[in-house]
């Protein structure tokens, strides 16, 4: 099994040529117009300031040197970060090691937009908008695109004061797409003010027998400011014309926040998609309807699954299967996560009772499912999982891959607190850098208020009477290493 991943994770690798950015072609557009079939464009740690458009060429991979917290592809809030929709690319196409940042899309995906079936690997995909878009806010794909190990967080979809429907707030994915080991983050799908549908907080799986494994999901949400409309699937949602499978997944505080609510991990219609092996603890509804998993058909069963504490319940028009149980997980922490189980084996003073909970999920397409558990771990001394399945993420034990080295230390942002966050009132606090001077930008990153600057002491009040409701950033200082936090209005 170890082979089988390494050779999944290394393919990228096997190349005709390297074309090295910046010391041979100055960006990462023109390494990529320089390259053919099986070159690999190596691109060194820096900030590249770009809007990156893939040429109409299979088989090329595009790799960051140290990595992707070393490696940024910025797109400035000025356009799509990586478009990848000239041709029908297929897995020979391969990008790894990057941030996919700061797209900005009025009417398209503002991170990735992507055909066919390329591969994404050990990338941050995060903080992209697609405003006045339905289908996608950091990730569009038509096809089987493969995203292994990639960070998603805080990418978003808003469509204003417009009814209708809105899908996927990190990514819509029409067809049988991959997503294994993958980590969800704060990603959302929501509206100011209009009556409609908003579907996948972070995942709207549109069609296809799409395959959702091993992945964390935390804090995500499809929500109406205004208390109005629908919303579905506050982490994930599956389409009327998918099959998806979605197991061994772990979803924590993920919320659906409408007039009415459905699944606020997961929703997923009644018809031939699977969701087994997972857990689904402390999600949240906010508004009538409820279910951490939902369904449209009490026929449709969710079995082998831990749903507990969630609000207002853990199932809504759907039926726990004789092996769901309801239950603490016993969440323990360690050096490379927070979500390992208990395990009278690793320490801790009693086992969780995801322990052994899980069921087979013979598979072998595009991997074999059930093996691949046995080399992952849910353990926090890392002893890989044996027996009987854990239910849940598991942990990777990811190694290095080929030339790529340590990341490279990145200097701490200085810290703004806003209090309070969310407000209501006309004057809000603020604690952060001396003398720094204060912008407050909407979620386009249009300054609407210059407060001026704050005091010697750090601290500062600013009026937001004059703001509409809605989500705002508020920032100290200026460029990148200003201080920022987010303000939400709501009278």
Known sequence: MRTLVLTFLLAGLCSAG??????QQPTIQAGLNAAGDGDTVLVAA????????????????LLGEQGAAATVIDAERNGRALAMNA????SATVVEGFTIANGLVSGGAAGIDCRGAPVFRRNRISDNLGLQYTMGGGVHAEGAPTFFGNLFARDSLQVRDTPGFRYGGAVYCAGPGVFIDNVFSENAVFDSSCSGYRQGGAIHLASGAALVFGNLFVRNAARMLDGSGFAYGGAVSVGDDAAAVIANNTFVANVCAAHIGYGSAVWAPLGPSVVKNNIAVHDSVLGSGGGALASDSAAMVFDWND?????????????PGPNAISLDPLFAAAPFGDYCLSQVAAGQAEDSPCLDAGDSLRMAAPLDLDSLL?????????????????????????PLTGVLAPPAPRPARPLLVVSPSVVSEKQVRLNGPANAEMAVCDVTGRVVLRPGRLGADGHARITVAGLANGVYTVRAGTGDSAARARLLVRR
């Open 374 to 398: 046995r080399e992952w771990t849910t353990r926090t001394d890392s002893v890989p999982d044996a027996g009987q399945a854990d239910l849940g993420f598991h942990y990777a034990p990811w």
């Open 307 to 319: 749903a507990w504490h969630n609000h207002p319940n853990d199932y809504h028009n759907c039926t």
């Open 46 to 61: 820096d900030t590249y300031r770009e809007r990156v458009t893939w040429p109409a060429i299979d088989g090329i991979t």
């Open 18 to 23: 390297i074309i090295r950015v910046p010391s």
């Open 87 to 90: 041709v029908a690319y297929t």
